[in-house]
């Protein structure tokens, strides 16, 4: 699948309250409305910035803290296509597959605010056009791939009735 | 090959011996999800074609993080929970039961070599009882509350092995900010952190708890321990199972071990913004503070009720602070009553609320103002964490946040301890 966009750049260690603040998603389901708010404390303009198919580029960490699974949520529903980090914490690298958000663990110093991207997530393959570069991704884990393929793991299930890694 | 506590948790709940970086399909013994998570997992369960909880006596669902409602869309999410806990047999703890990782270990449900899930990342506590648990998100719940299930990839661990004796005035939330300030926030990332060494066997089960509470904070997935006889007559108060201990084999592997003597410890602080932002509290004593915490999943334990009332009994909070206490469950609560603990704390001016999350999320009960800075023994200092970001979160011990309400601005605790 290729995904094309703008990066937005972030730092390291963002967490789950700056991706969406524990002060909204206790209020709703609603998840276009969560989207709103995402990076509200680091950039309060933010969501107005993002064209649909956009990147979120960070340091190192990202999605560290809460288990909310309203963080990669919020993202997704704000169109941003997939999330560029060194490296991501645990529970929200789970959630983000969980949910069908790819996220892609590589080395994001070779990406500025605004550049162009092509991520072609068969391949692991980044290719920065502003910068005329490739970067290679570090490859997910096959279970991790075949649930992201079969559309997160609520379709995963809806297939198969429980899991199904064979 | 030997095996670490993790290696071997997983190994029994799969059914095949099992090492780092393998991946598994593992049964869960248990399952919990707070208010916070379970409205979108009950929401995937049904999108999942669920039907019927695979074992309801299994699961838990906790309402503690705005417990009372502060709004009708709150209210809304703890009806659809109250109603799915209803419809399949669940026990629901409601409204004043306490905190998920307090009532859920007080079930007797968790002990020495159970694997345990939770919807909420600080469900690694339970490692204080020699069990794996860990957080995860309301998908992973789902799947799991219909399959009874998960899939894990066994994490390698990190090994932290804890000499000497704590000296007075410093405690295991202390010690466990040390740790994670000397680590960072992401030092332990994916791994299985392993506390061991006489510091902590030195420590109480209310210190245990504090410390693998925190594993999360290194980006760990769990924060073990070994089982002694003070696990097993903690367990023995709530529950007549029987647990088998799981000890790590001399020959495991450890992705990482680091020692450290912690008999010249000093009280620590985490400053703003950052959980690994810590120093000895004396290069911050003297910052003014406006409101304090005590509570949480962290620190709202009896011992640290009881080491804050040592401190604030007889005396009056700074005319300039707001105390607030959650104790972590009603338990707690109630035997806080019987000690005499919380006449001692409201009469030194602490707002006592409702056992649960209290303020530490920042969805109510106690939203700082615009540049107002907190001392809090919660385990996140975060911007925006408590609700309002230009507020300043700093995170200490009990001892440390009690004396700090009674001079106003951040104080070595060690001042008023005879």
Known sequence: ?166 | MGQTIIEKILSSHSGQEVYANDIVVARVDFIMGQDGTSPLAIRAFEEMGGSKVFDPDRVALVIDHSAPSPNEGVSALHQLMRRFAREKGIHLYDIGEGVCHQVVPESGRVGPGTLVIGADSHTCTYGALNAFSTGVGSTDLAGALISGQMWFKVPETFKFVCHGTLPRGVYAKDLILYLIGDVTADGATYMAAEYTGEAIAGLSMDGRFTIANMAIEMGAKAGLMEADEKTFAWLARFTRRQFIPVSPDPDARYARIKEYDVSNLEPQVARPHRVDNVCPVAEVAGTPIQQAVIGTCTNGRLEDLRIAAQILAGKRIHRDVRLIVAPASKRIYLQAMQEGIIQTLVESGAAVVTPGCGPCVGTHNGVPSDGENVISTANRNFKGRMGNSKAFIYLASPATVAASALTGRITDPREFLG
């Open chain 1, 1 to 166: 699948m290729l995904l094309q966009g703008k990066a937005h750049k972030f730092g390291n260690d963002v967490n789950t309250d700056y991706i969406i603040s524990g002060k909204y998603k206790f209020k709703t389901l609603d998840m276009q409305e969560l989207a709103k708010h995402v990076m509200e404390d680091l950039d309060p303009d933010f969501y107005r910035k993002i064209n649909a198919g956009d990147f979120i580029v960070a340091g190192r960490n990202f999605g560290c803290g809460s288990s909310r699974e309203q963080a990669p949520l919020a993202i997704k529903h704000a169109r941003i296509s997939a999330v560029l980090a060194k490296s991501f914490a645990r529970i929200f690298y789970r959630n983000a597959i969980n949910t069908g958000l790819p996220v892609v663990e590589c080395d994001t110093d070779q990406i500025d605010p605004g550049d162009e991207l092509v991520v072609d997530l068969s391949t692991g393959v980044i290719t920065n056009k502003t910068k005329g570069l490739t970067i290679a991704a570090k490859p997910l884990p096959p279970v991790m791939i075949k649930i992201l393929n079969d559309g997160g793991l609520v379709a995963h299930f809806r297939k198969y009735g429980g899991f199904n890694f064979d």
